[in-house]
C-alpha cells in the first residue's frame, strides 16, 4: 500500500517562510520523480517543483527564486523549502510520485499566507 503523508503546512505572513516535508511508505523511493504541486478552490492543480535522484530541480516560473526542493532518499522522503511567501502562494499543496505510468498523490497540506 503506497502511502505519501504531507506535513509543515501553516499559515505565515507575507515575506515568511515554511518548509513542506512529504514521506513515502510503499515505493521504492530512489526510483521515483517527487513533485510538488499546488491547487486553489476553483481552479486547476498546478505544478510547482520537481525532483529526481541526482539532478537539479525543476520549478514553475513563479516560484522560481523562492522555493528548493531537495530529497532524502535514506529518509523516503521529499522537502519543500519556502522562502518569501506571497498571498497568491496560498493553496494546499500536494505531494506527488510517479515512475513511468504509476503516479500517487499525498492528501495535501493547507499553506495560507496573510498580506
Known amino acids: 500500500q503506497v502511502q505519501l503523508v504531507e506535513s509543515g503546512g501553516g499559515l505565515v505572513e507575507s515575506g515568511g517562510s515554511l518548509t513542506l516535508s512529504c514521506t513515502a511508505s510503499g515505493i521504492i523511493f530512489s526510483e521515483h520523480v517527487m513533485d510538488w504541486y499546488r491547487q486553489v478552490p476553483g481552479k486547476q492543480r498546478e505544478f510547482v517543483a520537481s525532483?529526481?535522484?541526482?539532478?537539479?530541480?525543476n520549478y514553475a516560473d513563479s516560484v522560481k527564486g523562492r522555493f528548493t526542493i531537495s530529497r532524502d532518499d535514506a529518509k523516503n522522503t521529499v522537502y519543500l523549502q519556502m522562502n518569501n511567501l506571497k498571498p497568491d502562494d496560498t493553496a494546499v499543496y500536494y505531494c506527488n510520485a510517479w515512475k513511468g505510468a504509476s503516479g500517487y498523490w499525498g492528501q495535501g497540506t493547507q499553506v495560507t499566507v496573510s498580506s
Open positions: 525532483a529526481f535522484t541526482g539532478r537539479t530541480g
